[in-house]
């Protein structure tokens, strides 16, 4: 199993930028699926961004052109940039991996939250 922590999170104001990062281990890292999920008060946990092993990315509509996902394999690092924060961006943000065979592994989780 992959083991996840995440680290970046924090207060910003609406505008502002932060980035999140996501330090895994694991040998089969590079082959896996990363992203972020986030999960606001009340609210189910819901994705953000995935890249694949092979650097594909994919986004949820409401941070297309703001966010940015990225990974290091070498470091075995995800990243996700986030820019142009807004309120509604407020949430615990969760790092996941996919193994090639479907298991999935979590972080702890890190709070974000974007004042008005």
């Known amino acids: 199993q992959v083991q996840l922590v995440e680290s970046g999170g924090g207060l910003v104001q609406a505008g502002g930028s932060l980035g999140l990062s996501c330090a895994a281990s694991?040998?089969?890292?590079?082959?896996?699926?990363m992203g972020w999920y986030q999960q606001a008060p009340g609210k189910q946990r819901e994705l953000v961004a995935l890249i694949t092993g092979g650097g594909i990315t994919n986004y949820a509509d409401s941070v297309k052109g703001r966010f940015t996902i990225s990974r290091d394999n070498a470091k075995n690092m995800v990243y996700l940039q986030m820019n142009s924060l807004k309120p509604e961006d407020t949430a615990v943000y969760y790092c996941?991996?996919?193994?090639?065979?479907?298991?999935?592994?979590w972080g702890q989780g890190t709070q974000v939250t974007v004042s008005s």
């Open positions: 996941f991996s996919d193994s090639p065979w479907g298991r999935r592994s």
């Open positions: 694991g040998s089969i890292f590079s082959r896996n699926t």
